[in-house]
């Protein structure tokens, strides 16, 4: 292996081993939650399944520290609950965790993990036709306020 090759293997693992596994869970959470979040904000059943198409390639599309903690794969993660209020609970609480986790551990991050979440919003409600509806504006409405809370 050249000395070119470990330097970039080097610097891309350690840069993930600031966040311990419950803090990258707590960003992944945050942000799958977002997506379906968008999707149940979304009416009908095509509808929905377009926005959190959009969402997840927007989610995939996160780099930097966001984009590798985002890309691992998913361990524990539970978006699990019997109604969107339950999802809601769980993914405001991730995303304000998050941005008070990045704003300490890696403050470079913060603005990156928010634009990544913005981006999954915008890319969410402009899956259909005519934009996004009031129950679409209304949850960037709140996700906005989680992830502006920290």
Known sequence: MSEKTTEKTTEKTTSTEILTPA??????????????????????????????MAGGKALSSATGLVGHVLAEKLKGL????????????HTFTALTASM????????????NFHATITTIMEAAS????????PAETAMIRKITAALDAA
């Open 23 to 52: 803090e990258k869970l707590t960003l992944q959470t945050a942000a799958h939650g977002v997506v379906s979040l968008m999707a149940a904000a979304d009416p009908g059943l095509i509808s929905s399944t377009r926005s959190g």
């Open 126 to 133: 402009r899956a259909n036709k005519g934009g996004a509806g």
């Open 78 to 89: 539970d978006l699990d609950g019997s109604s969107t209020a339950d999802l809601a609970d």
């Open 100 to 111: 008070t986790l990045l704003k300490t551990k890696a403050p470079a991050e913060a603005e």
